[in-house]
């Protein structure tokens, strides 16, 4: 069963030229899934394309088949989307808007009009699995970078998308935060969640199952890390090595 699937994606900014044209790819549910390449490749934007803040928030000309847990993003709003796939974007700063951790982690269930009942128990998991207990009432300004990234994440899944978007999500972190951010990911797979790691690091990502490589916008490889690490060619073109 895939959990993604796209085809002769093509995607233009509004008034620019394309930034990806003809890509297509398959996710399976429950893989752990790498978007790499080198900057300006159009990675993150074909993310926002995946959790419908394009064409929803951002415009521009956009084509091909598009299927997110069986939806096509540009048929629901925003909010029905993010329950399908949640992204969490490079700066953690940017995107915690709440002055406790426990709010923040209520955000988006109050969004959705979640019975408080509900709301509580949801956030009661989140607090136990991220590691938040005792840091439930702590302001996000006084948490690590490690830990501002993964209260992002479980920001992002507390409507429990089946779907998990990272633009980066080691970015900026010491090797322990990255080690937080790994362990945060692995344990999605693990619960069946499909993630999908927008990455130029390589190293940081040989976990994961598949990676696909775009160049210029198109689909330069996709397949498993260590058939790709082969092809030295390849990522030195890239500048992925």
């Known amino acids: 069963m895939n959990a993604v699937d796209v085809s002769n994606l093509t995607f233009a900014y509004k008034g620019g030229e394309n930034v990806l044209r003809d890509v297509g790819f398959s996710i399976f549910a429950g893989e752990i899934f790498v978007i790499a390449g080198p900057s300006g490749s159009g990675k993150t934007t074909l993310c926002r394309i995946l959790c419908g803040i394009i064409p929803h928030a951002v415009k521009g000309s956009l084509s091909g088949q598009i299927s997110v847990v069986d939806v096509d993003p540009r048929d629901v709003g925003l909010p029905q989307t993010a329950l399908r796939a949640g992204m969490v974007f490079q700066d953690a700063d940017a995107q915690i808007i709440c002055t406790t951790v426990e709010d923040e982690l209520a955000f988006a269930l109050e969004n959705h009009c979640r ?24 302001n996000p300004a006084q948490l690590s970078g490690g830990q501002k990234k993964l209260l992002t994440i479980a920001a992002v899944l507390s409507p429990s998308p089946p779907v998990l978007i990272l ?47 775009l160049n210029n916008g198109e689909t330069a490889v996709c397949g498993k890390p260590s058939d790709i690490l082969r092809d030295e060619t390849l990522l030195k073109e890239l500048s992925l090595v």
């Open 115 to 138: 019975p408080p009942e509900t709301i509580r128990r949801r956030v009661d998991e989140l607090l136990s699995e991220f590691g938040f207990e005792n840091l439930r009432h702590t």
């Open 167 to 213: 633009d980066e999500p080691m970015s900026g972190l010491d090797i322990y935060g990255c080690e937080l951010v790994r362990a945060a990911i692995e344990r999605q797979r693990s619960q069946g969640r499909t993630v999908i790691i927008v990455e130029h690091n390589l190293k940081l990502v040989a976990f994961a199952d598949r990676w696909l490589l």
